[in-house]
């Protein structure tokens, strides 16, 4: 039986209470929907800390910080809404002040990846910002190396494919993103595989002023995205477009632009949802108002992640759930999304190649999966 997550029962009452919106699935299909073989491409390193690891680090560091399961939890889990993206970001302080030394995170991300394949996650990519750890004097590829070394560790464990991607902060300096994705760039033969741009999306509109940032990344064999439409709707994903990435993480807004979609769909540029996260930051009303399903339907490239598994207190299969219970996608569609999600993955076909046939050999026979 897969571990569980530790589940935080007041916040997560109160998260179904208010995107409730359609009939609960059936046992067998929750159940159905636990053991398939899913694929995870957003997904926050720093987001994602078991409450017990977060406590014995407080301690053992002398973070001042709350050191029962009860008063982590109540810091670390985002509240079902926040006024918006900004005010959900403060969910993030804390994580950060526990993950200042190479021990604290090739831990947290071995057990990230370990937690993920507790839940038939089979390939996932963990993205953190390596700069937002050099704080207590570590230096910057000692922390590289550390979550390296942590997905690695894991990843032979489980057996579930890791990549990471350094995302960079855009409140850093320009200059500091352009040596950080130098820097990344060397770990890229050790499953580092791709770049990534976030932060305070109001505050930091425009992705340009890390142009360089992103060419050094580039020219390193770096994959390209970057967070758009976290505010400012579909312009914003317009913007991100002028980045040239190969996938967008986030970006509901885009269904809001005919135009927009069909570019999207025209170049091939995937978005990586997570309607959960858009909810609890106000990016969407609720989760059953996400624009998941449509954009899928307008055959506009999407995937379907967490984003933050502690933040948002939630397992990808739960998202499954709730894609499926509030937004009407079917679960033909829903498998689609998740299969897809090898396609656009940031790994190289030896990798891919298996696990799409271990995907398609898991869903053979399976009416639920097929039947339109
Ligand atoms: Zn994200």
């Given at each position: 039986?897969?571990?569980r997550?530790?589940?935080?029962?007041?916040?997560r009452?109160?998260?179904r209470?208010?995107?409730?919106?359609?009939m609960?699935?059936?046992?067998?299909?929750?159940?159905?929907?636990?053991r398939?073989p899913?694929?995870?491409?957003?997904?926050?390193?720093?987001?994602?800390?078991?409450?017990?690891?977060?406590?014995?680090?407080?301690?053992?560091?002398?973070?001042d910080?709350p050191l029962?399961?009860?008063?982590?939890?109540?810091?670390?889990?985002g509240?079902p809404r926040?006024a918006?993206?900004a005010?959900?970001?403060g969910?993030?302080?804390?994580?950060?002040?526990?993950m200042q030394?190479?021990?604290?995170?090739?831990r947290?991300?071995?057990?990230?990846?370990?937690?993920?394949?507790?839940?038939?996650?089979?390939?996932?990519?963990?993205?953190?910002?390596?700069?937002?750890?050099?704080?207590g004097?570590?230096?910057?590829?000692?922390?590289?190396?550390?979550?390296v070394?942590?997905?690695e560790?894991?990843?032979?464990a489980?057996?579930?494919a890791?990549?990471?991607?350094?995302?960079?902060?855009?409140?850093?300096?320009p200059?500091?993103?352009?040596r950080?994705?130098?820097?990344?760039?060397?770990?890229?033969?050790?499953?580092?595989?791709?770049w990534?741009?976030?932060?305070q999306?109001?505050?930091?509109?425009?992705?340009?002023?890390?142009?360089?940032?992103?060419?050094?990344?580039?020219?390193?064999?770096l994959?390209?995205?970057?967070?758009a439409?976290?505010?400012?709707?579909?312009?914003?994903?317009?913007?991100?477009?002028?980045?040239?990435?190969?996938?967008?993480?986030?970006?509901?807004g885009?269904?809001?632009?005919?135009?927009?979609?069909?570019?999207?769909r025209?170049r091939?540029?995937c978005?990586?949802?997570?309607?959960?996260?858009?909810?609890q930051?106000?990016?969407?009303?609720?989760?059953?108002?996400h624009?998941?399903a449509?954009?899928h339907?307008?055959?506009v490239?999407?995937?379907?992640?967490?984003?933050?598994?502690?933040v948002?207190?939630?397992?990808?299969?739960e998202?499954?759930?709730?894609?499926?219970?509030?937004?009407?996608?079917?679960?033909p569609?829903l498998?689609?999304i998740?299969?897809?999600?090898?396609?656009?993955?940031?790994?190289?076909e030896?990798t891919?190649?298996?696990?799409?046939?271990?995907?398609?050999a898991?869903?053979?026979g399976?009416?639920?999966?097929?039947?339109?």
């Open positions: 039986m897969p571990r997550f530790p589940r935080v029962p007041d916040t009452e109160d998260v209470g208010r995107y409730a919106a359609g609960p699935l059936p046992d067998s299909t929750v159940r159905l929907l636990e398939m899913k694929a995870e491409l957003h997904l926050h390193l720093d987001g994602s800390l078991r409450i017990d690891t977060a406590i014995e680090i407080a301690r053992s560091r002398g973070v910080a029962t399961w009860h008063g982590m939890s109540g810091v670390l889990v509240p926040s918006d993206q005010a959900l970001l969910a993030f302080d804390l994580p950060i002040a526990l030394d190479a021990e604290a995170l090739e947290i991300t071995a057990e990230l990846v370990e937690d993920k394949a507790a839940d038939n996650v089979r390939y996932v990519e963990i993205r953190w910002d390596p700069l937002l750890h050099v704080g004097g570590l230096p910057l590829a000692e922390g590289i190396e550390a979550v070394a942590g997905a560790r894991a990843a032979r489980t057996g579930t890791v990549r990471l991607t350094c995302t960079a902060i855009r409140s850093h300096e200059e500091a993103n352009a950080l994705a130098e820097t990344a760039a060397r770990f890229r033969d050790r499953g580092l595989s791709g990534d741009y976030a932060g999306e109001a505050r930091y509109p425009d992705p340009r002023v890390a142009r360089r940032a992103f060419d050094a990344a580039r020219a390193g064999g994959h390209i995205t970057l967070h439409g976290e505010w400012g709707g579909a312009p914003q994903v317009r913007r991100a477009l002028e980045m040239d990435p190969e996938r967008i993480a986030h970006g509901p885009t269904a809001d632009d005919a135009a927009l979609m069909a570019e999207l025209t091939g540029i978005l990586d949802l997570c309607p959960t996260s858009n909810a930051a106000m990016i969407v009303p609720s989760v059953a108002a624009p998941l449509r954009l339907r307008a055959g490239p999407v995937t379907l992640s967490t984003d933050d598994l502690t948002s207190d939630l397992t990808l299969s998202e499954y759930r709730n894609v499926v219970e509030r937004t009407g996608l079917t679960l569609e498998w689609a998740d299969r897809f999600a090898l396609d656009v993955a940031f790994a190289e030896a891919l190649a298996p696990l799409r046939a271990q995907f398609a898991w869903g053979a399976i009416h639920e999966l097929t039947a339109e």
